[in-house]
């Protein structure tokens, strides 16, 4: 596990801003140690106090986005009740109660003493609720989801707390010949961006050429629309006389059109008297084919008021057999939400059922691997305990063979 000074922790922390910023594509040459750090689900803890310390850390999350919580529930606690318990519900009533008298004592003047034991009442509470909720980790998940809580500088110090522990937990295993790895991968990008700066000057010296060109001749067609503009004032004056004799030949074109429209007006003042007496005839026809219509009207609407109580007849009972039909449709929708709460229920102590399982079988793994440890070590042991007997009597072999050799000297 690495250790460092704060200004070794500043300057990883500089490294991570300035790695998260890197473009990705570029994978090739990067080491394997600046790669797990990179990517933060291959960091696993090796170590039981690393263990412990991400497990304090954890807790302390939970208890952060409880706490941001509690206001809210405390606010709709008979929405809550049923999921929170009475215990829970009692708790959260006490402590409300503390937070009332705290902001009354902020609002009137005071003595200290009161100020700081209302305090302390307050963390107290505190401290059993959370208890209280982290004994039902089911509850704290439900609640999670269930209640909407607006964004708050409580969210930004819960994100950066989360933050922290990657960061904890990043340091905490990281080997020193990974941090060095990592220092010599920031100087190699220093490079390249100090590369890339000088690129990028060039290629705005280019661009300022590109821009000086492209104003010239912006110039150049600035003075070319001028030498247009002047054209056409020139085009205008010529148009004025061709203008002039074009008006004399339309006054001469309107006065032989209003002659052959007095002609046109008298013919149609025949026509319109020849068409009044043809319309007057036809007025004395339509009075005829009225009558006829009429009586053919009374009869339409004597039928339309037959057909009308029908309608209403038939709609009386349509309405009876639509309220008979209502009545069962509300007896199968009471049905239908007694079905639903029970759903509810079911569903409420499947999720318990699966946690409890989850829960078993992440014991079960782990007696597991800590019966595999066990066998290794008891393993080496006896392999160690073995080697050592047999060496022991090869030696007292060999002392033995020694002192017979001496005595036939």
């Known amino acids: 596990m690495a250790t460092g000074d704060p200004a070794a922790f500043q300057a990883s922390m500089k490294q991570r801003t300035v790695v998260k910023g890197m473009a990705t594509p570029r994978k090739v040459g990067i080491p394997l140690s600046v790669m797990k750090l990179l990517d933060p689900r291959q960091l696993k803890p090796d170590s039981t106090e690393t263990e412990r310390i991400l497990t304090v850390l954890d807790e302390t999350i939970v208890k952060l986005e409880i706490t941001r919580l509690i206001p809210r529930i405390a606010g709709s606690l008979d929405r809550y009740a049923g999921m929170l318990g009475p215990e829970i519900t009692s708790s959260l009533l006490e402590h409300q109660k503390l937070s009332m008298e705290i902001q009354r004592l902020l609002t009137s003047p005071g003595d200290a003493k009161s100020m700081r034991a209302a305090v302390q009442c307050l963390k107290c509470s505190l401290r059993n609720i959370l208890r209280l909720f982290l004994a039902n980790p089911l509850l704290y998940h439900g609640l999670k989801y269930e209640v909407r809580v607006r964004e708050s500088p409580a969210d930004v110090f819960i994100k950066a707390f989360m933050e922290f522990r990657d960061f904890m937990l990043e340091r905490l295993l990281t080997t020193p010949d990974e941090e060095k790895e990592m220092i010599e991968f920031m100087n190699d990008i220093s490079l390249q961006v100090e590369k890339d700066t000088e690129i990028i000057s060039a290629l705005q010296g280019e661009l300022a050429g590109v821009i000086q060109t492209r104003d010239e001749e912006v110039s150049r067609k600035d003075k070319t629309i001028e030498n247009l503009k002047t054209s056409m004032e020139d085009l205008a004056k010529n148009c004025k006389a061709d203008i002039r004799l074009i008006m004399e030949e339309g006054e001469k074109q309107q006065k032989?059109?209003?002659?052959?429209?007095?002609?046109?007006?008298?013919?149609?003042?025949?026509?319109?008297?020849?068409?009044?007496?043809?319309?007057?005839?036809?007025?004395?026809?339509?009075?005829?084919?009225?009558?006829?219509?009429?009586?053919?009207?009374?009869?339409?609407?004597?039928?339309?008021?037959?057909?009308?109580?029908?309608?209403?007849?038939?709609?009386?009972?349509?309405?009876?057999?639509?309220?008979?039909?209502?009545?069962?449709?509300?007896?199968?929708?009471v049905q239908l939400s007694l079905l639903m709460e029970k759903h509810a229920m079911l569903l409420q102590e499947y999720t318990q059922i699966e946690e409890e399982h989850k829960i078993l079988k992440e014991k079960e793994e782990e007696a597991a691997q800590e019966e595999a440890r066990r066998n290794n070590a008891a393993t080496c042991i006896q392999a160690f305990w073995k080697g050592y007997l047999v060496r022991s009597i090869y030696k007292s072999k060999l002392k033995k063979g020694k002192g017979k050799g001496k005595g036939k000297k």
């Open 256 to 333: 032989e059109d209003k002659e052959a429209s007095q002609e046109r007006c008298a013919r149609l003042k025949q026509d319109i008297q020849r068409l009044g007496t043809q319309f007057n005839a036809l007025v004395l026809e339509h009075r005829a084919s009225e009558l006829v219509l009429r009586k053919e009207k009374c009869k339409a609407e004597k039928e339309i008021q037959e057909w009308v109580q029908k309608y209403d007849t038939d709609m009386t009972e349509k309405q009876t057999t639509y309220e008979e039909v209502q009545a069962v449709y509300n007896e199968e929708k």
